[in-house]
């Protein structure tokens, strides 16, 4: 039929009519009412194209000891109604004044945008999101994001840079901090609590800002770990693992995204219209803005894709950006390319809308200052509650990596505790990197969180030992002879605050300096040792793991790290946190993660020597600790496991008793296999989880449900849909010690 010319027509115009369908159904004014839409539409007719180009570039402000400042000339820009936004300002006052200029002074009258980095908090700092992605507690997460808005907005932001929700793999790369670790389905979960968090439901809210998932895309797979290096993978990979995180973001609204530093196969994302239009506009339906990370316009020259800065302006405009962060390129050069009919003015206009729409979300053209306002600044900052929030988060956030003769908890019977280590009393190093607001001086150290909580009847005396990161082991002695004094030694060891985040890079992810020697030093005086680490990374650490010490993960807790950390430490807390990252064994094992192939040639345990398999020669497969791998104050046994598959869905149970000497949490988690498949399928994947809280010696029956769509994965035509076939589920305690079960699904 097909063959007939005027047929062919028809059915050509009708696939072009029902994919116009698919991309329309998404409302591109989505929550923008009518007045709203009016005043935008005015607005476009009425604009120069100067102040078009101000709504589409991102200004800095600065901090200085006094208080935050701004550059003179970006401030008369903002007078002159030729500024849309403004990056790091904050606090009522400032923020005021800012926005009165563009309200008084400026023509149009178009209220900014105040956006910021609120990672893990504000004011009151959560720990590391690597560390929150640990609690396995959406609700806790999305309630710290609800603070940090909360806090956040108190001080006039309306737009924060969060969240990162970019997968890593690789523990080399200091940005791992900023993530919620390996996994895409546990990422995607997390990405959405904290949008939520963020955006509430309601923007026009004035606790309420505008979120933005970053970095678009991939950026966490960067070659061998460096932070700013090329991305190059199979787009099923792509596809499967890496995009999925973002576009859970733009399913539940966020405001806007943030473009990546990293190439793509060979187009940096800054101006990839492959990613910016073809994917993410029209094939997820985005309808916020697109802002690029910090000069990444200008770095597309660096890149090799871009002559010079004109040039770059263009790609990234043409590409899909609506905004330039900080590069000034839009601002420099859009008024020659538009005479130069380089770019043109209906792509310049709908950034421009997708800005002022965002704006009009916030309700800001309604009332510009929703956001000053000094009562809230002074009571809705670190209130008791929000603190309670963050003690809680801190030692919900704790893995216990090793506990050898029930070291941890701490003895009632202990009179004196040595804290040794150069973490133990560093009020700096709490926040970790890239916190925002945060103060350090608020921070609770470790020292501080023990002395709190152990009053008169404990000694709690401190050393440092050592430096985080260098060769000097002059503190030792007075280390060992603190040692001596002491029935239970802690020792604080880990990264410095700064030895992860952006641009912190490590191809030695070991414990740095002499801490491992400071450590072998202290075990040999043959007393009980705790080992608390603060670290951004998964580390490795199997010098430390060789000893007879029990290992608590802290990551970096924030402003109530020391109080969260001593609640486990006494036992107030057992503690339940689950890695959501691998700790290899070594740096040559990176990367290592839970969801690998099986490969043609599997290691076989039972046959630890055979040669030609797939294997290292000096050291296992498996890693030091896997993903989901933590350990309790008490002990979970798992039973009879049972599968009941009707049609398309497959109902899991299995019975979990607590068999250990107190109450616990314990977070199950449930996995596939899809044995068979049309294309290979990972050895395990995360489905579900459930966190149960079960009293010492009592049992639970923990139910799942998942469905025929859990089963579903990309095809090499980029389509995603489930394999009929045997499947095996595994439920347990970690990815790696599990009960499992075939079925078959049909
Ligand atoms: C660069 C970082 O990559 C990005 O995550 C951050 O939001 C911006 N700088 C703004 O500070």
Redesign the pocket.
Known sequence: MLRNGKFRIAAILLLLLIKATVHSQVPKNKGINHRDKEKIDNLLKTMTLDEKIGQLSLFRSGWDVTGPIINVNDKKLIGEGKAGAI?NAYTVDYVHDLQQLAIEKSRLKIPMLFGY?VIHGHRTIFPIPLGQSCTWDLKIIEDAERIAATEATAEGINWT?SP?VDISRDPRWGRVAEGAGEDTWLGCKIAEARVKGFQGNDLKANNTLLACA??FAAYGAPQAGRDYNTVDMSQLSLYEWFLPPYKSCVDIGVGSM?TSFNEIAGIPSTCNTWLLEDLLRKEWGFNGFVVT??TAINELVSHGIAEDNKDAARLSLNAGVDMDMVGNTFLDYLPELLKEKKVALTRIDEAVRSILEAKALLGLFDDPYRYCNKTRQEQEIMTPGQLALARKMVSESCVLLKNPDHILPIPGKVKTIAIIGPLGDSKTDMLGNWYAAGQWEKCITLLEGIKNRTGEHMKVLYEKGCNTNDSDRSGFDAALKLAARADYIILALGENGWMSG?AASRSNIDLPGVQNDLAETIVKTGKPVAVILFNGRPLVIARLNNLPVAILETWFGGTQAGNGIADVLFGEVSPAAKLTMTFPRNEGQIPVFYNGKNTGRPFNLNDRDAKYVSRYLDCPNDPLFPFGYGLSYTSFAYSNLETNVDTRNIAVTVQVANSGNCDGEEVVQLYIRDNVGSITRPVKELKGFQKVLIKKGETKTIAFNITTDDLAFYHPDLKKYWEPGEFTVYVGTNSAETLSKSITVK
Do not use: I, N, S
């Open positions: 990056l980095d840079f990162m970053k970095h943030m990370d910090w952006e």
